[in-house]
């Protein structure tokens, strides 16, 4: 990717799966990285990693749901590299408990709009006036294809993420003007480590047999997809959901 080289951000969730992908990936491209994760050695351990690699990553523990915590990884950024250039706000979760509108409790609807609405607002709050600071930068959000999927067995999760579009709209039409770029990525089915613990090989199979493609998703497929948006490359891209899922959904 161009212009990445001498860059430094955020990955939100970066201590496993998708997020961890991603900040090695940006690393290897020339970035600084800031890790945050709410499980907190996981996130010094993807930049330890990254560390013994010859690139330049520090982990914080990071509760995205709280304003605070979100506002000490922004400070933490500025501190070790200077500023930052791009977000990427890659929580998710809150999905025990979660089936159709009838059967779906409050509370599992409050947490879901927590971890997979909230911490994308408050990053956004949080990150925005230090790109903008810098001249500008990248807001980039995982949603999910759950957003558009119309499952029948699942409503907070896809409300919740479709949330998210209309927050990275908002942000490329209010701040684009000051170099702020603001953009989705929806992974269809991603085999992280969560995913492989917790769903069964028929499903799987089920999926690979779903998808126009040889195979499922791997977290360095979203991570190759982050870095574009993040880069040079992708400096003309604003306000725009990407659905990179092998097909599974097909989109304009």
């Known amino acids: 990717m161009r212009g ?7 990955v939100a969730g970066g201590g496993r799966g998708i997020g961890a992908a ?3 990936r940006l690393a290897e491209e020339g ?9 907190g ?19 914080v523990r990071l509760d995205g749901t709280s304003a605070d915590s979100q506002a000490e990884i922004v400070a933490a950024a500025k501190k070790e590299f200077g500023g930052i250039d791009f977000y990427h706000s890659n929580l998710a ?6 089936v159709d509108a009838l059967n779906c409790p409050i509370e599992v609807l409050e947490k879901s709009f927590a971890i997979n609405s909230k ?3 408050l990053a956004t709050q949080a990150a925005l006036p230090a790109l903008i600071g810098r001249g500008g930068g990248a807001m980039i959000y995982t949603s999910s294809g759950a957003a558009s999927g119309g499952a029948p067995w699942q409503v907070a999760y896809p409300m919740t993420k479709n949330a998210i579009h209309a927050l990275a709209r908002h942000v490329a039409s209010r701040w684009g003007k000051e170099g702020v770029r603001a953009n989705v990525i929806c992974p269809g089915l991603v085999l992280t480590e ?15 047999k779903a998808v126009p493609h040889v195979r499922l998703g791997q977290p360095e497929d979203i991570a190759g997809m982050v870095a574009f948006l993040a880069s040079d490359d992708g400096a003309w891209v ?4 990407y659905h990179v899922n092998g097909g599974a959904q097909m989109r304009d």
């Open 93 to 98: 979760g809150g999905t025990e408990g979660d």
């Open 41 to 59: 050695d996981w996130a010094e351990e993807v930049a330890a990693d990254i560390r013994s690699k010859g690139g330049k990553a520090i982990g």
């Open 119 to 121: 911490s994308h607002f």
């Open 194 to 208: 969560a995913v492989k613990q917790h769903l069964t090989d028929e499903y799987v199979e089920r999926g690979l």
């Open 238 to 241: 604003n306000g725009q959901v």
């Open 4 to 10: 990445l080289k001498g860059k430094a951000g955020i």
């Open 31 to 39: 970035a600084a990285v800031v890790i945050g994760d709410i499980m």
């Open 22 to 24: 991603t900040a090695r």
